[in-house]
């Protein structure tokens, strides 16, 4: 066991823990005589109405505490890890893999490729199923772990082979048959390689998938993301505005047939695939309650519905004035334009310059505003106007760090550009607040 994994972090007020005297610094040794594994056994463990817990001090004494709780009753711990164990990383060499297209010289963490199943629970990653034992199957089917989130990319067992490029990868999927025959739910993945596993191949990969209905509960078709750091690798090219309208049609076919036979539309494009093909993005009951928003399927469209609502909702003032800027990627610019020109039916003296920022840092062909850098920002904001405020989506930063892609600081892009940075929440409601400033309309 790795102690370190193990490690309390903080212990809640009022908490069990806290009545026990357990404090920071303290590890978890033991449940019921049992060592923890991860998370997910201590989860489980403390499920009980009785147990007895092993814990060691800072100073090496051990203490056997008996605990006495209401069934599901949480103890009040907080670890320093919070996956108590050491992460997985992947296996795989993918020829899609964005991770292999980074340039040298970033942050350690943005080199790590992860494939860790458990993070697919905690985080929403989605996984190969290449990393998996039967010991991690069994607990998830014991546990009821779910949903779980399972990159696929392909049902074909020797193509899948070649794109993860590890001799594996197709029996892998039979992991999937144990998941569905245990009920376990899941939601897949597909990032669709131009002539590789589009087409013929992403029509048997639907086909198949729509099988393990319903607990294959929906999959997402995302384009592959091509920096320019390509070299030595797998030769991709971009998808094609007929290629996108092929891969709609293709899409929206299944969805009929699902919906004829299950009530779901199981199979979802990500936006992307509706801008390259310079189609309207489908209405809202088509996204079956956004079930992969997180892969960027409606994305678009939540936003201009939670902005509509927001903006009905609005007092307007048409001789409120404000000016302000809004960057983001070449993908969304267009977008946030269209939710301008709304704006302006309510406060026709608010001006918004909205930026599509040119990735020259990863490559033009990377449209995304979670890929933006702090450099790409201050060289191309330099020279417009910025107004009284900039306004940047909360998808550029780290959270608790405030810095880019490259560490540059949203500090530093501040001082940079001589303008406060307001870095703007998913919702359309703070997209509209922070454009009209939500002090003056509260």
């Given at each position: 066991?790795?102690?370190?994994?193990?490690?309390?972090?903080?212990?809640?007020?009022?908490?069990?823990?806290?009545?026990?005297?357990?404090?920071?610094?303290?590890?978890?040794?033991?449940?019921?005589?049992?060592?923890?594994?991860?998370?997910?056994?201590?989860?489980?463990?403390?499920?009980?109405?009785?147990?007895?817990?092993?814990?060691?001090?800072?100073?090496?004494?051990?203490?056997?505490?008996?605990?006495?709780?209401?069934?599901?009753?949480?103890?009040?711990?907080?670890?320093?890890?919070?996956?108590?164990?050491?992460?997985?990383?992947?296996?795989?060499?993918?020829?899609?893999?964005?991770?292999?297209?980074?340039?040298?010289g970033m942050r350690e963490t943005l080199y790590f490729k992860?494939?860790?199943?458990?993070?697919?629970?905690?985080?929403?990653?989605?996984?190969?199923?290449?990393?998996?034992?039967?010991?991690?199957?069994?607990?998830?089917?014991?546990?009821?772990?779910?949903?779980?989130?399972?990159?696929?990319?392909?049902?074909?067992?020797?193509?899948?082979?070649?794109?993860?490029?590890?001799?594996?990868?197709?029996?892998?999927?039979?992991?999937?048959?144990?998941?569905?025959?245990?009920?376990?739910?899941?939601?897949?993945?597909?990032?669709?390689?131009?002539?590789?596993?589009?087409?013929?191949?992403?029509?048997?990969?639907?086909?198949?998938?729509?099988?393990?209905?319903?607990?294959?509960?929906?999959?997402?078709?995302?384009?592959?993301?091509?920096?320019?750091?390509?070299?030595?690798?797998?030769?991709?090219?971009?998808?094609?505005?007929?290629?996108?309208?092929?891969?709609?049609?293709?899409?929206?076919?299944?969805?009929?047939?699902?919906?004829?036979?299950?009530?779901?539309?199981?199979?979802?494009?990500?936006?992307?695939?509706?801008?390259?093909?310079?189609?309207?993005?489908?209405?809202?009951?088509?996204?079956?309650?956004?079930?992969?928003?997180?892969?960027?399927?409606?994305?678009?469209?939540?936003?201009?519905?939670?902005?509509?609502?927001?903006?009905?909702?609005?007092?307007?003032?048409?001789?409120?004035?404000?000016?302000?800027?809004?960057?983001?990627?070449?993908?969304?610019?267009?977008?946030?334009?269209?939710?301008?020109?709304?704006?302006?039916?309510?406060?026709?003296?608010?001006?918004?310059?909205?930026?599509?920022?040119?990735?020259?840092?990863?490559?033009?062909?990377?449209?995304?505003?979670?890929?933006?850098?702090?450099?790409?920002?201050?060289?191309?904001?330099?020279?417009?106007?910025?107004?009284?405020?900039?306004?940047?989506?909360?998808?550029?930063?780290?959270?608790?760090?405030?810095?880019?892609l490259d560490d540059m600081t949203v500090a530093e892009l501040?001082?940079?550009?001589?303008?406060?940075?307001?870095?703007?929440?998913?919702?359309?409601?703070?997209?509209?607040?922070?454009?009209?400033?939500?002090?003056?309309?509260?």
């Amino acid at each position: 066991m790795n102690k370190q994994t193990h490690r309390i972090a903080q212990v809640a007020e009022g908490s069990i823990a806290e009545e026990l005297e357990l404090a920071p610094g303290d590890v978890i040794l033991e449940i019921n005589g049992q060592p923890l594994e991860d998370i997910f056994d201590y989860h489980f463990m403390v499920e009980d109405d009785y147990l007895v817990m092993l814990v060691e001090k800072p100073d090496g004494e051990q203490w056997e505490l008996e605990i006495e709780k209401d069934v599901d009753e949480d103890l009040g711990i907080t670890f320093e890890n919070g996956l108590m164990d050491d992460y997985r990383s992947c296996s795989n060499k993918c020829i899609f893999c964005f991770i292999d297209q980074m340039p040298p010289g970033m942050r350690e963490t943005l080199y790590f490729k992860d494939d860790d199943s458990r993070l697919s629970f905690l985080q929403g990653n989605y996984v190969t199923l290449t990393n998996m034992k039967q010991k991690d199957i069994d607990r998830i089917i014991r546990y009821r772990l779910d949903p779980i989130n399972i990159s696929v990319q392909t049902t074909n067992p020797k193509l899948r082979c070649m794109m993860l490029h590890n001799r594996f990868a197709g029996d892998a999927l039979k992991k999937i048959d144990i998941l569905y025959e245990a009920g376990i739910r899941m939601n897949g993945q597909i990032v669709l390689c131009r002539g590789v596993n589009d087409g013929k191949e992403l029509a048997r990969s639907i086909r198949d998938l729509m099988k393990y209905q319903p607990y294959m509960e929906s999959v997402s078709v995302v384009p592959v993301g091509l920096s320019k750091y390509r070299e030595g690798l797998y030769p991709l090219e971009p998808f094609t505005k007929e290629d996108a309208c092929e891969v709609l049609d293709l899409i929206h076919g299944y969805q009929k047939q699902s919906m004829e036979a299950y009530g779901t539309h199981f199979i979802h494009a990500s936006d992307e695939w509706y801008l390259l093909a310079e189609r309207p993005l489908p209405p809202e009951d088509n996204y079956d309650g956004y079930i992969q928003l997180e892969n960027g399927v409606g994305m678009l469209r939540l936003l201009r519905e939670e902005f509509a609502e927001a903006l009905n909702e609005a007092p307007g003032d048409p001789e409120y004035t404000r000016e302000v800027a809004l960057a983001t990627g070449r993908l969304a610019a267009p977008q946030i334009g269209h939710l301008v020109e709304q704006l302006h039916g309510k406060y026709p003296k608010v001006t918004v310059h909205v930026y599509a920022i040119r990735n020259d840092f990863f490559g033009e062909r990377i449209t995304v505003s979670g890929l933006l850098t702090g450099q790409d920002l201050a060289k191309q904001l330099s020279v417009v106007p910025l107004g009284e405020r900039l306004l940047l989506p909360c998808n550029v930063v780290r959270t608790a760090e405030q810095d880019f892609l490259d560490d540059m600081t949203v500090a530093e892009l501040e001082k940079t550009l001589q303008v406060p940075i307001d870095i703007v929440k998913s919702s359309g409601a703070d997209l509209l607040y922070a454009m009209i400033g939500d002090i003056e309309h509260e």
